[in-house]
């Protein structure tokens, strides 16, 4: 079958003498035309290697001059011709891939967002990166399809023929590379729920934690690999499909040769790379199974369903890759290819791809609120074993236990309770005054009451209650010191809530013993504690009741 259209040389037409020729109705002077090296083609253009003009109505051009130079002349190398079937099949294409680039940012927005605190073994990228190659899929797509509607228009092959390619062979890369990040985050997500509720029941840097860190790093070694093979070369013998000739001398050995081939087995370990990142992720953060058909079906049945969709249409992308680089007639290099194969072989797995994580997005939750809700259900179960019963957050509220107000009002009213400043300093010694006045006068009538302002230790380690020895009262410093202001009211605190009157009763509470009838002190030994907050009320007296700061 032809490669592309023929493009036979015709002889100038006969005029009205020798160095005459009519071409389209209009005359031209043949001896200058040979002069200048120009030949008349099939497809209505003169060229002569350096310039080609069009020479069919209604472009063709009125006269040429003796320097070779035409009048009202149309250059070859413009879109002039009306779009074709490659150029009608890749707007329909582009349309798909536009929608899906509005789906793909949806899911990124969903997945990429951010509740729980930040982990340094799993980076937010980590999960952003499978929607970033979805984008630039969905870009080089639209680029490539769009730029190909000039291929139909180009009359004779130039630009936008190399684009086209070239931004397909880039979304060939990028669709490789989105599956390969679709199936290493699943790896990384089944690991971040393995070790949630354990987080050292897994190592880092063991063999299992070298091997995730090393493999993508050869997955996108293969992958580069594959662009240099393909990308840094002379895209110029690609458009020379003019006539067969040049087909054959030029296009169809640089479409087909070794670099373009090598490429295909790069994108070839890339896909066996993510076959191998799956099967780690399953082996390691699922049940093991025994037997190999046991661990076959456990392979498949662990494998989100999605997987089993996804590999098979990237082994097609890399199968007509393949394909395009051994037969140039089913390759979107030739220009005149067969248009079934080039998009359903070379768009439609792609779109295919994009249109499974898009669907598979919106169906999954948010990482972080699902590692939340896990944990939820975690704390229930261990709550159901532990016999708790926790009330639901509208309990509280309905009986009156949260305090009423804002957090503002909460923290204004404990200020104005406790005070601030020199404010402070003054209202604890009215308080203190207050309790002093209030203890000598409650002591009479109180029996066998015990508070702290009512203990008084004497020098004799007496047994007997402090309400006997009610405390001194203490008077407010009047001075002008700021800093023996500060010092009164701290001791007059400090006396308050423990008396520090020298007690011999030492205490002996490393042993259990309830005093020492010594009058000479000793030091307490390596297994003993000081008796310097000793107090010296007997065990069989009421139990001591400590105030709050915020009383004082």
Not at 109 to 131: A, D, M, N, T
Not at 344 to 355: A, D, E, K, M
Not at 483 to 506: D, H, I, K
Request: aromatic share 12%; with cysteine.
């Amino acid at each position: 079958m032809p490669l592309i259209d023929a493009r036979d040389l015709l002889a100038f037409p006969g005029g009205d003498n020798s160095s005459d020729t009519v071409i389209e109705g209009i005359h031209f002077n043949l001896t200058t035309l040979n002069f200048w090296n120009y030949t008349y083609y099939t497809n209505g253009t003169l060229s002569n290697g350096s310039w080609c003009f069009l020479v069919d109505p209604p472009y063709t051009p009125t006269v040429v001059l003796a320097n070779g130079t035409f009048l009202n002349s149309t250059w070859c190398y413009l879109a002039t011709e009306p779009i074709g079937d490659r150029a009608r099949a890749g707007v329909g294409f582009a349309v798909a891939f536009a929608l899906c680039l509005i789906l793909v940012l949806a899911n990124l927005k969903k997945h990429g967002e951010l509740i729980l605190p930040i982990e340094k073994r799993f980076y937010p990228i980590g999960r952003r990166w499978q929607w970033y190659w979805a984008i630039f899929v969905c870009a080089a797509a639209l680029i490539g399809l769009f730029t190909g509607i000039d291929v139909d228009r180009y009359r004779v092959v130039e630009l936008p023929l190399v684009l086209n390619v070239f931004f397909w062979f880039l979304m060939q890369m990028g669709t490789t590379a989105l599956i390969w990040e679709a199936v290493r985050h699943w790896g990384s997500w089944m690991e971040r729920q393995f070790i949630d509720p354990n987080p050292f029941v897994l190592q880092e840097k063991d063999k299992r934690g070298m091997f995730e860190l090393w493999l993508p790093l050869f997955f996108y070694f293969w992958l580069w690999l594959n662009f240099f093979l393909i990308v840094p070369r002379n895209w110029g013998e690609i458009e020379l499909q003019r006539s067969p000739d040049q087909a054959i001398e030029h296009a169809i050995p640089t479409a087909t040769d070794g670099r373009f081939k090598a490429a295909t087995f790069c994108l070839l370990i890339c896909w066996l790379t993510t076959l191998v990142s799956l099967w780690h992720s399953i082996r390691h953060y699922e049940p093991r199974n025994r037997g190999f058909f046991n661990r076959a079906i456990g392979f498949l049945g662990y494998m989100p369903f999605r997987f089993t969709l996804l590999l098979p249409l990237g082994l097609a992308v890399v199968a007509y890759q393949g394909l395009a680089a051994w037969e140039f007639h089913l390759s979107p290099l030739n220009v005149k290819t067969n248009l079934v194969a080039m998009y359903v072989g070379g768009y439609t797995p792609s779109l295919l791809i994009l249109i499974i994580q898009c669907i598979a997005g919106f169906m999954r939750p948010n990482e972080d609120r699902e590692l939340m809700r896990q944990r939820r259900l975690r704390g229930q179960a261990i709550d159901q074993e532990l016999g708790i019963v926790r009330k639901p957050a509208w309990w509280r509220r309905v009986n009156g236990d949260l305090p009423a107000g804002s957090m503002r009002d909460r923290i204004m009213r404990n200020v104005r309770e406790v005070g601030g400043g020199r404010p402070t300093a003054r209202h604890v010694e009215r308080l203190a005054e207050q309790r002093a006045a209030g203890a000598e006068s409650e002591a009479p009538t109180r029996v066998n009451a015990v508070e702290m302002n009512e203990f008084h230790r004497n020098s004799t380690a007496s047994s007997v209650p402090a309400s006997n020895n009610p405390p001194p009262p203490y008077s407010p410093y009047g001075g002008k010191s700021e800093q023996r202001r500060s010092e009164r009211t701290v001791q007059m605190v400090a006396g308050l809530l423990f008396p520090s009157e020298n007690s011999g009763l030492s205490t002996e509470r490393g042993r259990g013993l309830e005093g020492s009838n010594n009058d000479q002190p000793r030091r307490p030994g390596t297994s003993e504690r000081s008796s310097s907050t000793a107090s010296g009320v007997s065990t069989s007296g009421a139990p001591q009741q400590i105030r709050s700061m915020l009383d004082v």
